[in-house]
Each structure stands twice: as structure tokens, then as C-alpha cells.
């Protein structure tokens, strides 16, 4: 098996390994490609990250495009690019220059990207605690767009979705829904459009 092992503090100048395991800090040149990428501490690269599974337990922060069968999240993800996966799932800060897109997001913790696409998306703040105190931000993004939506605590231009959940301390501009549609009173919505049913 073609792995790579990092502890401490490495430059890589990329290439594509069956296992990445990085611990530390390390410097990437180019585009990574692996079936595993594991990461506890600093990753930076220049080029894409391409894996099956990434697990970021850290700070990733990519010059490119970052594409994932599965984004296993606890810390912060950073990219100039696109970000892409099927599913993506944890803990932490996502940003984006560009678009997230997954089949299944599901995040506690802060998004922000010009358009978040999927076909079911969740995304809450941070529970109450240090992260909390720290990041008392809001996700704000210009579009959310999926077949079912649950937002917590987020500032969004656009949401379009067949069933769409406005949680609590939201505001959003426009919604437009095909489905059901519920809005917490603490919520703020200026524009609705669509063919839905509002639930209380």
C-alpha cells in the first residue's frame, strides 16, 4: 500500500497515496490524491485535495478545488474552489470562494460559500460553549438550495427547497418552496413564493 506518514513538520510536493496521515504541520505543492486522507493539526496546499474519505481534525486550507466521497469534519476547511462530496458531516467552519455541494450536509458550526447544493441540508450553530463564545457568527450565504432544508441561527439571500425548516434566529430574503414550509417566530422572512403548505 502506498501511504504517507507525517509527524511534526514536512513540505509534500503531492501526488496520489492509498493513505495519507498527516499529525503536525505540513506544506503541500501540488494536488493531492488519496483513497484516505486523515489530518490532525495544519494542512495547507496550493493544488486540489481529492480522497474517498477526508477526515479533517484541524485546519485544511486548499488553493483549489476540494473533492470528497465523504468530509468527516472537526476543525475549520478553507478553499478558494469548489468544495464537493456526497456527504458531509461533523463539527466546524467551512468556507468556500465558490459552491459546496453534497448530497447530504449536515454541520454544526458556520457556512460560508456564495451557493450551498444538496439534496439534504442541515446546518446549526455550535452548541453552547467555548466554540460558541468564540464564533458568535452567523452562516451567510447567498443560496441554499436542496430537496429538504433545516437552518439554524443563518443568514441566507435565496432558499429554494421542496420541505424547509427557518429555525430559530434566522433571516432570510426569499423562499421558495414546493412542499411544507415552517418558520420559527424568531425567524425573519421577507419573501415567500412557491406552491406550499405552511406548518405552525
Known amino acids: 500500500m502506498n501511504k504517507l506518514v507525517i509527524d511534526g513538520v514536512s513540505n509534500i510536493d503531492g501526488g496520489e497515496y492509498d493513505e495519507i496521515s498527516i499529525k503536525g504541520v505540513s506544506e503541500c505543492k501540488g494536488d493531492l490524491k488519496a483513497k484516505t486522507l486523515a489530518m490532525e493539526g495544519i494542512l495547507k496546499s496550493r493544488g486540489s485535495v481529492n480522497a474517498d474519505l477526508l477526515n479533517c481534525n484541524g485546519i485544511l486550507e486548499v488553493k483549489s478545488n476540494i473533492k470528497a466521497e465523504t468530509i468527516k469534519l472537526e476543525g475549520i ?3 478558494i474552489g469548489k468544495i464537493e462530496a456526497n456527504q458531509i458531516t461533523g463539527k466546524g467552519l467551512i468556507f468556500s470562494k465558490a459552491e459546496i455541494s453534497a448530497d447530504v450536509i449536515n454541520i454544526e458550526g458556520i457556512l460560508k460559500a456564495t451557493e450551498v447544493v444538496g439534496d439534504s441540508i442541515t446546518l446549526k450553530p455550535y452548541n453552547e460553549g467555548v466554540l460558541t463564545r468564540v464564533w458568535r457568527k452567523y452562516s451567510k450565504l447567498e443560496l441554499v ?6 437552518l439554524v441561527r443563518a443568514y ?7 420541505d424547509i425548516t427557518i429555525g430559530p434566529k434566522c433571516k432570510v430574503e426569499n423562499i421558495d418552496c414546493s412542499g411544507t414550509l415552517s418558520i420559527d417566530k424568531t425567524a425573519v422572512v421577507k419573501n415567500i413564493t412557491g406552491n406550499y403548505t405552511l406548518q405552525k
Open 77 to 79: 476547511v478553507k478553499s
Open 156 to 162: 441566507v439571500k435565496n432558499v429554494n427547497g421542496k
Open 145 to 150: 438550495e436542496a430537496t429538504t432544508i433545516h
